[in-house]
Every structure is written in structure tokens, then in C-alpha cells.
């Protein structure tokens, strides 16, 4: 099994910035895939960004420029960095690992962007 944890969520000003991170323990392969997802209230989870545990990336348009994600292969941990943070930004965070055909989610972690 697989336990994904997040921290870093908050609450932050519009132009402010965050740092969240995901801690991944249990039975973790090498070659994996960690992405951030996000679910604003009233819509559906949608993908913000997602690192090969080669490095490669891939971000959504909507953060595209401004966030930045990250990986530390050595501690199991995946990071996103949040810059120039907008309301819209505003949703429950989670982190997942897919490997092999399986995926697994975090609990979540809460961010607000607002004045």
C-alpha cells in the first residue's frame, strides 16, 4: 500500500505564494508518476501539474508559468511551489502517485487565496 500526505495549505492574499508538499511512504516503486490535482468547491477535480520520477512535466494552462512542481526521489516527497497566487486558485490540493496501472490519492490539504 501507498499513504500520501499533504501539508502547506493555508490562506494566502491574491499575488501571495505557497509552497505545498507531499510525503509518499509504503510500498513505492521507482518509476512513478506524482501530480497535483485540485477541486474547487462546486467543480470537478482537475489536474494541475504532474513529474516523471525522470523529471519531465507537465503543468495545466491555467498555472502554466506560475506554479512550479518538483520531486526528491531520495525522500519520497513531491513539492509544488504556488507564485502570483489568484482567487481562482482557490480549492482543496491533492497529491497522487500512479505506478504501474495503480493510482493513489492524499487527503487533501486546503488552499484559500483571498484578501
Known amino acids: 500500500q501507498v499513504q500520501l500526505v499533504e501539508s502547506g495549505g493555508g490562506l494566502v492574499q491574491p499575488g501571495g505564494s505557497l509552497r505545498l508538499s507531499c510525503a509518499a511512504s509504503?510500498?513505492?516503486?521507482?518509476?512513478?508518476?506524482l501530480g497535483w490535482f485540485r477541486q474547487a468547491p462546486g467543480k470537478e477535480r482537475e489536474l494541475v501539474a504532474r513529474i516523471s520520477s525522470r523529471g519531465s512535466t507537465n503543468y495545466a494552462d491555467a498555472v502554466n508559468g506560475r506554479f512550479t512542481i518538483s520531486r526528491d526521489n531520495a525522500k519520497n516527497m513531491v513539492y509544488l511551489q504556488m507564485d502570483s497566487l489568484k482567487s481562482e486558485d482557490t480549492a482543496v490540493y491533492y497529491c497522487r502517485l500512479d505506478s504501474y496501472g495503480k493510482g493513489y490519492w492524499g487527503k487533501g490539504t486546503l488552499v484559500t487565496v483571498s484578501s
Open positions: 509504503g510500498s513505492i516503486s521507482s518509476i512513478n508518476l
